[in-house]
Nanobody
Framework: QVLLVESGGGLVQAGGSLRLSCAASGSSVSMNVMGWYRQAPGKQRDLVAAITSGSSTNYADSVKGRFTISRDNAKNTVYLQMNSLKPEDTAVYYC??????????????WGQGTQVTVSS
């Protein structure tokens, strides 16, 4: 029932900025954790940034100081503001959300991914 809808991907020049959005639809409660992963060709899918419902954040070392994650709990939407983009940021970015239902039951959701390409 829950779908993650991503938007904001595209092609930008190195040093530019891009803002990704991901809205979780189909749930009337806030997701406990929402975040972004990315996967470049031939690479594994790695965490970029995550944020809890209490607004605690976690960033990959490679994006600290350049990317900022935020969320709107009322809308179940997470944002990723990407500044000072580098060609190595080029990847498919996937939205992720986790909903804790009980201590032993939780649901994890994935978006279909949005392409971010940074030209040199």
């Amino acid at each position: 029932q829950v779908l993650l809808v991503e938007s904001g991907g595209g092609l930008v020049q190195a040093g530019g900025s891009l803002r990704l959005s991901c809205a979780a639809s189909g749930s009337s409660v806030s997701m406990n954790v929402m975040g972004w992963y990315r996967q470049a060709p031939g690479k594994q899918r790695d965490l970029v940034a995550a944020i809890t419902s209490g607004s605690s954040t976690n960033y990959a070392d490679s994006v600290k100081g350049r990317f900022t994650i935020s969320r709107d709990n009322a809308k179940n939407t997470v944002y990723l503001q990407m500044n000072s983009l580098k060609p190595e940021d080029t990847a498919v970015y996937y939205c992720n959300a986790r909903l804790v239902l009980t201590p032993t039951l939780e649901n994890t959701y994935w978006g279909q991914g949005t392409q971010v390409t940074v030209s040199s």
